[in-house]
C-alpha cells in the first residue's frame, strides 16, 4: 500500500458505508505498512552508516563521499531526518 494514499484509501472504505471490521482491517494493513518501512528505513540507515565507518576507518575518501550521498539522498526521498550521535 502507498503511503501517499493509505489515509485517503482509509477514508474511502470508511465513507463507502463499510462495516467497522473492514475499516479495522484495513488500518491495521496501513499501520503494519507503516511499521514494515520504518523498520526498513533503519535497517538501511544502520548498514549504509557501518559503510560510512569503515570508509573513515580506512580514511577513503571516495567511498565516504559516496556512502554519505546515498543517505542524504535516501533520506530525503523517504523523508526521514537523520539523526546524529
Do not use: P
Not at 463499510?18 to 511499521?35: G, H, K, M, R, V
Not at 571516495?62 to 526521498?77: G, M, P, R, V
Amino acid at each position: 500500500m502507498n503511503n501517499n494514499n493509505s489515509y485517503a484509501e482509509f477514508l474511502k472504505a470508511v465513507g463507502n458505508n463499510s462495516t467497522s471490521l473492514q475499516a479495522e482491517l484495513l488500518l491495521n494493513e496501513i499501520y503494519w505498512d507503516l511499521f514494515l518501512q520504518h523498520i526498513h528505513w533503519e535497517q538501511t540507515q544502520s548498514r549504509i552508516m557501518l559503510l560510512i565507518d569503515d570508509a573513515l576507518d580506512q580514511n577513503d575518501n571516495e567511498a565516504f563521499d559516496l556512502y554519505t550521498q546515498q543517505l542524504l539522498d535516501i533520506s530525503q526521498e523517504h523523508g526521514y531526518e537523520l539523526k546524529t550521535k
